[in-house]
Every structure is written in structure tokens, then in C-alpha cells.
């Protein structure tokens, strides 16, 4: 702005000079020396209106880099509040400092002008925001996959009422009275009760298997797969989506049961796993 109200007060006082010169000939010196007062007054009323003109656009412009340099604090405030609550390495987010970046030296910016201190401030700040922005887009696509890794874990009890009436591993037969293994735990219940997914997945099976009656299995992803033994009804289908906590089915006695109850079973990479530390994973 100050070098276009440079140039426009030496354009006009060309235009002058060229004026005098036309004139000279023919108009006496005070009639010259009136009309350049005249032209260098209406110079004087444009340079002072560039430069107050200048003047408020450096007020906005510092109002502006103050509102964001204001923001900038919180945001980084924000950032390091999300790395305490996700319990992440602070040095990997460190919103202190732009995150690590490289590369050789481009040709292009060797010879450029230093740009003044305002506009320096501002190419600083913006630099600041996208380094911000790349932090931050890393950081909330961490907590998606760990918010996601926790819908799909299995968690808590398969029903939402009742008692748990028999525990992993060995186990007096209730059917042959003899020592047997057995590969889940058993919630009795009320007949007709929800039950429910202990975590988000894909059913694999819904319908009879022997020993199960009427079983639901999903599909976690990971190597988890839980399965849900002895309904009475069966509420989902096989390939459909299902949410941690929805109702798959009601509590029934179906296959080879002794009463209303739901075996419940956790599988890890194919093989049965104790669900009692997936269960109190809940609480």
C-alpha cells in the first residue's frame, strides 16, 4: 500500500511538471503557481486518504491476527486435553512444536524478499495452523480406531437381567453327573428375556446346533467370536450387522439345557477362552 501511494504522488507530480510546461508559454506565474498549489493540495487529500485508508486495513488486520492467534491457544489447549484423556505419549503429540517433516531445499525460494514483520506474522501463524490441523486429524483418527476397537471387543454380560449359574472350565455334568469340561458360562434367567450382543460384529450363525438349541454367533473381527446358546427365539439373521447391546434373542431352553438360561461363549482365534475377564471388562 505505501509503495502504490509512492508511486501515485510521483505520477502526479509528473503529470504536474507536464502541465507547468504546457502552460508556461502562455499563462502568467501566478496563474501557474495558484494551479499547482491547487494540484498539490488535492495530492496532499489523496495521500492522506490512502493513508488512512491504509491505516484501517492494518487495524482489521491486526484485529483478525489477534482473533487467531487466539484460537491457535485453543486449539493446542485442546490437543494436549486430548492426548491426556486418550492416555497417548505426549512426545508423539506434541502440540509445542510442527510435527516432523522434511526433504531437500527447493530452487524457487532462494532469492525471495523478506516479506515485513505483519505479513511474516501472519504466513508464521497460518504455517502454525496446518501444522495444527495435521496433529489433530492424526490424533482424532487414533481415537476413532480406539473407540472402534472398543465397540467390536466383547464386553459384559449377554443379558440384562438374571444371575450366572455355572462357570468356565470343569464342571460336574448336570446331564451324565461326571467331571466334564465346560467351554463358557451360563446366565439362568427369567424365559422370554432380552438377550443381548457384548459387542458390535456380523452374525455368523443364527439357528439350531447340536448341544447349543437355538444359537447366535458373531463375528467381532480381531479373532473374537462370541456365541449365545439355548434361545428361545432368535432376533437377527445371518450376515446382518448387529451394535454392542442390541437384543439378538430371547432366553429360552432349547438343545440340551435344564432351564431357562444363556450359554455364553468367548472364542479367540478359534478357541474358548475364559469370558469372565470380558465380562468384568464392563465394569
Not at 516479506?115 to 495444527?132: C, G, N
Amino acid at each position: 500500500m505505501i509503495a502504490v501511494v509512492f508511486l501515485l504522488f510521483a505520477g502526479m507530480a509528473s503529470y504536474i511538471g507536464y502541465r507547468i510546461g504546457l502552460t508556461s508559454a502562455s499563462s502568467s506565474p501566478n496563474e501557474i503557481t495558484r494551479e499547482w498549489q491547487v494540484n498539490l493540495e488535492q495530492q496532499r487529500k489523496e495521500l492522506s486518504r490512502l493513508q488512512q485508508l491504509a491505516q484501517d486495513r492494518a487495524n482489521t488486520l491486526a484485529k483478525r491476527l489477534g482473533l487467531m492467534q487466539a484460537q491457535m491457544i485453543r486449539l493446542e489447549a485442546l490437543g494436549q486435553r486430548l492426548v491426556e484423556m486418550a492416555n497417548l505419549d505426549s512426545g508423539e503429540f506434541d502440540f509445542e512444536n510442527p510435527p516432523a517433516q522434511g526433504g531437500p531445499a527447493s530452487r524457487g525460494g532462494q532469492n525471495a524478499i523478506a516479506p515485513p514483520d505483519f505479513l511474516e506474522a501472519l504466513d508464521r501463524l497460518s504455517r502454525q495452523l496446518e501444522d495444527r490441523s495435521s496433529q489433530l486429524q492424526v490424533l482424532e483418527s487414533v481415537l476413532m480406531n480406539r473407540n472402534l476397537q472398543a465397540e467390536l471387543l466383547p464386553k459384559g454380560k449377554p443379558i440384562l437381567q438374571g444371575w450366572l449359574s455355572s462357570r468356565y472350565g470343569m464342571r460336574t455334568d448336570p446331564f451324565t453327573g461326571k467331571r466334564d469340561f465346560h467351554a463358557g458360562v451360563d446366565f439362568a434367567g427369567k424365559e422370554g428375556s432380552p438377550v443381548v450382543a457384548t459387542g458390535a460384529g456380523v452374525v455368523t450363525w443364527a439357528g439350531n446346533r447340536s448341544g447349543y438349541g437355538k444359537l447366535v454367533e458373531i463375528n467381532h473381527g480381531g479373532g473374537y467370536v462370541t456365541r449365545y446358546g439355548h434361545n428361545r427365539k432368535i432376533l437377527v439373521k445371518v450376515g446382518e450387522t448387529v451394535k454392542k447391546g442390541q437384543i439378538i434373542g430371547e432366553m429360552g431352553s432349547t438343545g440340551r439345557s435344564t432351564g431357562p438360561h444363556v450359554h455364553f461363549e468367548v472364542l479367540r482365534n478359534g478357541r474358548t477362552v475364559n469370558p469372565a475377564k470380558y465380562i468384568r471388562a464392563a465394569r
